[in-house]
T-cell receptor, first 114, second 113 residues
């Protein structure tokens, strides 16, 4: 089983719908992240969380919200999806004590907003 | 603003040859530089990193070089194999309690059999 699991892997929805992407991890890491990947733009940070009580905005948080339900779970919500939120979304974790920049990514959730 | 960029979007290399993927960065305060490999349909995977107080670090078939004078980072892959075909991202992290990672746009490596 994957250490970082994202569901759903693929989702097609319509403009205005509420969408939730879920992420769970078995690595025991405190730090979790949501990134968005668009062709030619690399990965951009949406939100990050250092622990259950900590939520921080990244560089492109507008239109998104997150919930850290437990150490192992971090979900991303689009309250009212719009077409320019069509992208590949990645959840990632990192080890507080590793003192490196290594992120552990899930397999991605491809979202299409029509 | 600060940015991490790549010189080439696509690199084609003959199988068995060495590959060199280049990256420019602009934030001199970054503590770590990292290379990630992303295969089709998968999430990025960590390859190797280097601290800002080092010039070179070697892994298995990979070497990362850091030139702080010109703010340049490179990834060298020896004896490139078909399994090396992927998109490679350089990234930088800033010091402090939060490991903010800024990614470049990626270079696609195509290995020609």
């Amino acid at each position: 089983d994957a250490d970082v699991t994202q569901t759903p892997r693929n989702r097609i929805t319509k403009t205005g719908k509420r969408i939730m992407l879920e992420c769970s991890q078995t690595k025991g890491h405190d730090r979790m992240y949501w990134y968005r990947q668009d062709p030619g733009l690399g990965l951009r940070l949406i939100y990050y969380s250092f622990d259950v009580k900590d939520i921080n905005k990244g560089e492109i948080s507008d239109g998104y919200s997150v919930s850290r339900q437990a150490q192992a779970k971090f979900s991303l919500s689009l309250e009212s999806a719009i077409p320019n939120q069509t992208a590949l979304y990645f959840c990632a974790t990192s080890d507080l004590f590793a003192n490196t920049g290594e992120l552990f990514f899930g397999e991605g959730s491809r979202l299409t907003v029509l | 603003g600060e940015s991490v960029g790549l010189h080439l979007p696509t690199l084609s290399v003959q199988e068995g040859d060495n590959s060199i993927i280049n990256c420019a960065y602009s934030n001199s305060a970054s503590d770590y530089f990292i290379w990630y490999k992303q295969e089709s349909g998968k999430g990025p995977q960590f390859i190797i990193d280097i601290r800002s107080n080092m010039d070179k670090r070697q892994g298995q078939r990979v070497t990362v070089l850091l030139n702080k004078t010109v703010k340049h980072l490179s990834l060298q892959i020896a004896a490139t194999q078909p399994g090396d075909s992927a998109v490679y991202f350089c990234a930088e992290t800033l010091s402090g309690g939060y490991q903010k990672v800024t990614f470049g746009t990626g270079t696609k490596l195509q290995v020609i059999p």
